[in-house]
């Protein structure tokens, strides 16, 4: 699958003499795009192979994995189950706008308080799904696993060799990973996590055969799911420039980073970037609704 990288126009990467690239990824599909379809890929040819019409996996009350987890399990005819984080959620669930799309397309749901949901790991509680749905092929939290990180091998084409510098958004690092492993040595890996803490190292470090990575640390703007009026006004500004939609959680926090990177001098004059759009536009319409209870500016659709 060939996808197009689009060249982004900015007064200061003509003034730092930059060049900034994006892949768009987003223009996969409207619902399972990005690095989504990537995960979900070789992960839906297994649970097929090896017998199951059941998908489950874990993920937050504005999870893009979830939304598109729904939407594949649909069309490839798998029943699926979204465990999400936060008892409390269950009883408006469907003021979600995530949630509430994920529904539509069959998924059920299983609220768990949020201290049960960091044992999502544990063999009990996952017994416990078992016995209450049956059997069912377990997808991760972020979807990351050796098939997901193969899936996303395949986002750099061969032609992405000319570029110096490649940047992603991190979650739980699968994405980078492949990226990363695809990726030619003497290319720089940049990669700009959403949540806060430095445990995504070694995670990436599972998957990652290359050592051509480092993360960018400080654009993550209070963590995951965090935004701040200056990332917001940052989102709006670039769509309005570049006709290209950021979402706020990992795309735009990557973009803000690189843009304030190139202002600082942190790249070379004649540096070649490329920028990977993993996605996840599906989730303003969630953050919009929580910024507009808490009368902040909205970002534009």
């Known amino acids: 699958?060939?996808?197009?990288?689009?060249?982004?126009?900015?007064?200061?990467?003509?003034?730092?003499?930059?060049?900034?690239?994006?892949?768009?990824?987003?223009?996969?599909?409207?619902?399972?795009?990005?690095?989504?379809?990537?995960?979900?890929?070789?992960?839906?040819?297994?649970?097929?192979?090896?017998?199951?019409?059941?998908?489950?996996?874990?993920?937050?009350?504005?999870?893009?994995?979830?939304?598109?987890t729904a939407y594949a399990g649909k069309i490839k005819g798998?029943?699926?189950?979204?465990?999400?984080?936060?008892?409390?959620?269950g009883r408006k669930w469907n003021e979600n706008p995530t949630l509430k799309l994920a529904h539509e397309h069959g998924m059920r749901f299983k609220f768990i308080p949020r201290e049960e949901y960091r044992t999502k790991k544990s063999h009990s509680l996952l017994v416990g799904l078992v016995k209450e749905f049956g059997a069912f092929y377990l997808l991760p939290e972020g979807g990351t696993n050796l098939l997901a990180v193969k899936g996303c091998e395949e986002i750099l084409a061969v032609d992405d060799s000319r570029f110096d510098v490649i940047c992603a958004p991190v979650g739980t690092g699968g994405t980078l990973a492949g990226i990363i492993n695809a990726s030619h040595p003497k290319q720089r890996i940049l990669g700009f996590p959403s949540l806060k803490g430095d445990f995504l190292k070694e995670d990436i470090r599972k998957f990652a055969r290359n050592s051509n990575w480092e993360l960018q640390t400080d654009y993550h703007f209070g963590g995951?799911?965090?935004?701040?009026?200056?990332?917001?006004?940052?989102?709006?500004?670039?769509?309005?420039?570049?006709?290209?939609?950021?979402?706020?959680?990992?795309?735009?926090?990557?973009?803000?980073?690189?843009?304030?990177?190139?202002?600082?001098?942190?790249?070379?004059?004649?540096?070649?970037?490329?920028?990977?759009?993993?996605?996840?536009?599906?989730?303003?319409?969630?953050?919009?609704?929580?910024?507009?209870?808490?009368?902040?500016?909205?970002?534009?659709?």
């Open 1 to 68: 699958m060939q996808i197009e990288n689009q060249p982004v126009k900015l007064p200061i990467l003509k003034e730092k003499q930059v060049s900034l690239y994006i892949k768009r990824e987003d223009l996969i599909h409207p619902l399972i795009s990005g690095n989504k379809y990537r995960k979900l890929k070789y992960n839906l040819v297994e649970a097929k192979k090896q017998g199951f019409t059941t998908l489950l996996t874990f993920g937050g009350a504005f999870s893009n994995h979830i939304a598109a």
């Open 78 to 89: 798998f029943q699926t189950i979204g465990v999400i984080r936060g008892e409390e959620i």
């Open 224 to 301: 995951y799911a965090k935004v701040s009026e200056e990332l917001v006004l940052f989102l709006n500004d670039f769509k309005r420039e570049t006709q290209i939609q950021l979402d706020p959680i990992y795309t735009g926090k990557m973009v803000f980073g690189i843009v304030d990177l190139i202002k600082r001098d942190y790249f070379k004059p004649n540096t070649d970037i490329l920028a990977i759009h993993t996605g996840g536009v599906q989730g303003i319409a969630g953050m919009n609704t929580v910024l507009k209870r808490k009368n902040r500016s909205l970002i534009d659709i």
